[in-house]
């Protein structure tokens, strides 16, 4: 930054240069700087004019204030801190239940369930869902029959009329015979993860990560 030139005229007296290139400094003042001015303030007033009561009041609360904020925002991030831990605590406390997410993908529980929720906007007749594996094949169509407009659940539980387990992979749900407005299905939550970001936690499923907000219902 450069400072301000004066010159020098015939009489000897330093006058002020107009071409002179004036830097400018901080466009910001932090709480210790603010504090100091006052005080340089208080400190070289004129003894003969000094300020009067109610502008030292005035002074003083301002440095009071300036004071509190900082302690108040110190104490708000400590608060912030507290509740990110208690979030985290209670998201840690749905590992092992299931959780309803949208999605169209079905993956089978502890038990090798599948199960979901099919929302219609309108009535529908002889709806059904087929859950598909990852080569295109049919794995089990479940008749949902005539519906009323709202939600409808459906589940398998992974065995074939025989008794014997067919699939424990993750298969697509698709619905036939009327437009769902929202496929959704159920998923263990193995883990929750804490981002080192400080963000909200995140829920570890089969189907992926979810936040805790994502959850459309929890068992």
């Known amino acids: 930054m450069t400072s301000v030139s004066t010159v020098t005229d015939s009489a000897g007296l330093s006058v002020y240069n107009p071409n002179a290139t004036v ?9 210790a700087s603010f504090l100091k001015l006052l005080t340089a303030q208080m400190q070289y007033q004129d003894p003969f004019e000094p300020v009067d ?8 609360a301002t440095i009071t204030n ?17 509740l990110t831990g208690t ?48 080569s295109g094949n049919v794995v089990k169509t479940i008749d949902l029959g005539s519906q009323q407009a709202g939600d409808v659940t459906f589940y398998w539980d992974g065995k074939d009329d025989t008794g014997e387990t067919v699939s424990t992979d993750a298969l697509q749900v698709k619905v036939n015979g009327a437009t769902p407005s ?38």
């Open 23 to 31: 830097g400018t400094g901080s466009a910001t003042m932090d709480q």
């Open 53 to 60: 009561n109610a502008e030292m009041v005035s002074q003083m």
């Open 182 to 219: 929202k496929v959704a299905t159920w998923a263990t939550i193995a883990a929750v993860q804490s981002p080192a970001d400080g963000s909200s936690s995140k829920l570890i499923t089969a189907l992926g990560s979810y936040s805790p907000s994502d959850a459309l219902s929890l068992m």
């Open 66 to 82: 300036s004071s509190g904020i900082a302690e108040m925002n110190a104490n708000l991030a400590s608060i912030k801190e507290e």
């Open 87 to 134: 979030r985290l605590g209670d998201a840690a406390s749905w590992i092992g239940k299931s959780m309803l997410v949208q999605s169209n993908v079905a993956v089978p529980d502890a038990s090798g369930y599948y199960a979901g929720q099919v929302t219609f906007a309108d009535a529908t007749d002889g709806a059904t869902v087929d859950l598909v594996d990852g």
